[in-house]
Structure formats: C-alpha cells, structure tokens
C-alpha cells in the first residue's frame, strides 16, 4: 500500500470514529432532550456510512452484510431529520 493510500485511510477512520465518539457523546449528555438524540442518530448513522465507504474502497471483497448496513444508515438519515423540520423557531 503507498503512503498516499496509508495517509487516506488513516485520515477517513479517524474522521468515523471521531463522528461514533460524537453520536455517543450527544446521546448520553445530560440534560437529555429529544433533539439531542436524534442528531447523535443522524452523526451515527452518517459515520457508520462514511465507515463502510472506507472499508469498500480499501477492499472490495467485504461482506455483503457490510453493504446492507451502510444502506440501512442510508435509510435511516432522512427520518433522524425529522426534528430539524419540526421545529418552531
């Protein structure tokens, strides 16, 4: 692997983990609200999607449940936006 390649996989991993870090941050805050929780839902899911974009271009070969859960995250990043639509101002 060049070092170009070892830089960008360095760089996106931590850039998913750090998103995870921030979902569980956000999620377990106190005080806890409802907006609070969704947006950890929107970081986790957009991290887990950045995650297995990672994981397909440094190999191909990953498993097809990998792929499925990166749709799934796909999925579920319109709903977890609901709040951000709702609300009064």
């Known amino acids: 692997m060049a070092t170009l390649d070892q830089?960008?996989?360095?760089?996106?991993g931590l850039g998913g983990?750090?998103?995870?870090?921030l979902a569980g941050y956000?999620?377990?805050r106190q005080p806890s609200a409802w907006v609070?929780?969704?947006l950890a839902g929107l970081i986790l899911m957009l991290s887990i999607r950045v995650l297995k974009s990672v994981l397909f271009y440094f190999n191909p070969a990953i498993g097809k449940q990998i792929?499925?859960?990166g749709l799934s995250a796909c999925f579920l990043i319109g709903p977890l936006n609901f709040p951000a639509f709702t609300r009064q101002i």
């Not at 983990?17 to 870090?21: E, F, N, R, Y």
């Open 36 to 38: 609070n929780r969704f």
């Open 67 to 69: 792929l499925q859960l």
């Open 26 to 28: 956000f999620f377990f």
């Open 7 to 12: 830089l960008l996989l360095l760089v996106s």
């Open 17 to 21: 983990l750090h998103g995870l870090l």
